[in-house]
Structure formats: structure tokens, C-alpha cells
């Protein structure tokens, strides 16, 4: 007796268009650094906590955008907002808010605890997902303050967020970190394309 099976799923194709775009959302990080220094260089829990939370609140909005519907801002946005103060706040303090290449790799890895889990927690995945991207974000920050310092970044102004050399870096690695969940949200083609799919707009 024979079964019949369904025809196998074809393969998502390689999210290059999403991928490229959420690559261009470093753009946001620029910003959301000079947003949150408008409070003065990062000296005391007062300045890490406002800073922080402009920093990140308009890094959650760019990545949101960045992401094409993936990261729905309605959670997206307050979780960054919220994580990076938090964490700022915890990093700046944990070194006493010095900026040697240790300190600030310290910071950003301690800045990225708080912030790692918070976006976890808005993530459109699976626990295993969400675990990755708690454990990454720490590591990303950390790495993304090194590669700053080294450069040659004037770290010593008390920055919210490392430079745009770091910001590559960072992006970069995260999208491809992000690539299971890019490949979710990419078209098929062929027989598939003509499934019908429910659409969720860009802002929930």
C-alpha cells in the first residue's frame, strides 16, 4: 500500500534584499548616539539612563524599520529603549565610567545583558532563537566597543554607543545571526508564490 506524500516545500531563496536593507539600518546608530549625547558624556547613573534610553529608543525604531516587518515596533522599540538603559546604566557604572579598550569592551558586554534579553523577549522566535540572541548582543556590544577603541575612536568623550566602524561590525554579524528569521519572510517562488498569505503590516 502506497502513501501519498505532499510535494516537499521549496526552499526559502537567500534574503539578499533584506539582509542589504538591514545592513543600511547602521545608519540609525549614528543617530541614536548623537540623540542620546545631547545629555552630556556618559559620567553618572543620571546621564547613562537618559542616554541610554534615547539611544535606544530611536536604534528600536531604525531596526524596526530595517527589518521589513520583522521586528514588530509595537515590542521592538520599548524592549531596545528600556534594555539600553538598563544596561548602560549597569555597564557605565560596573567600570566607573573609564574608557580604556578593557573597560569599554567590559561595558558593552554587561550593556548588552540587559539589552540582549529585553530584544530576546520581543523576538519573533522560537526559544532556541531567543536564547542565541540573549547569549549574541553581549558579545556583539562588547565587540563593537573594541573594534571603536582600536580605530581610534576619542572614546574618552563618554559616548552612549560605539562608532561606526564598530556599527558594521555589529550590524552585520547580527543580520546574519538574524538569517533564519530573514529567510522566514522571503517570497518563494514557483507554485508556493501562488499560496495565498496573510500580510501583517510593517508597524504591529
Do not use: C
Not at 18 to 26: P, Y
Not at 65 to 87: D, E
Not at 142 to 156: F, K, M, Q
Not at 182 to 194: D, E, I, K, S, Y
Amino acid at each position: 500500500m502506497t502513501q501519498n506524500r505532499p510535494p516537499d516545500a521549496p526552499p526559502a531563496a537567500f534574503p539578499w534584499r533584506r539582509l542589504g536593507i538591514w545592513t543600511l539600518g547602521f545608519l540609525a546608530f549614528p543617530l541614536a548616539g548623537i540623540l542620546g549625547g545631547v545629555v552630556g558624556p556618559v559620567d553618572d547613573p543620571a546621564s547613562a539612563l537618559v542616554g541610554g534610553a534615547v539611544t535606544g529608543l530611536v536604534l528600536g525604531a531604525g531596526q524596526s524599520a530595517a527589518s521589513l516587518g520583522l521586528l514588530r515596533p509595537v515590542r521592538w522599540i520599548p524592549s531596545t529603549t528600556v534594555g539600553m538603559a538598563a544596561g548602560l546604566v549597569l555597564g557605565a557604572a560596573a567600570v566607573g565610567y573609564r574608557t580604556t579598550l578593557a573597560d569599554l569592551a567590559l561595558m558593552g558586554l554587561l550593556t548588552g545583558i540587559p539589552l540582549g534579553v529585553a530584544q530576546a523577549a520581543a523576538l519573533p522566535a522560537d526559544l532556541r532563537h531567543r536564547i542565541g540572541w540573549a547569549i549574541l548582543v553581549p558579545l556583539l556590544w562588547a565587540l563593537g566597543w573594541t573594534v571603536t577603541t582600536l580605530v581610534g575612536v576619542d572614546v574618552e568623550s563618554g559616548y552612549t554607543i560605539f562608532g561606526s566602524t564598530g556599527v558594521v561590525t555589529v550590524t552585520v554579524l547580527a543580520g546574519l545571526a538574524l538569517l533564519p528569521l530573514l529567510r522566514r519572510g522571503t517570497r518563494p517562488t514557483g507554485a508556493a508564490a501562488a499560496q495565498p498569505t496573510a500580510t501583517v503590516p510593517w508597524w504591529k
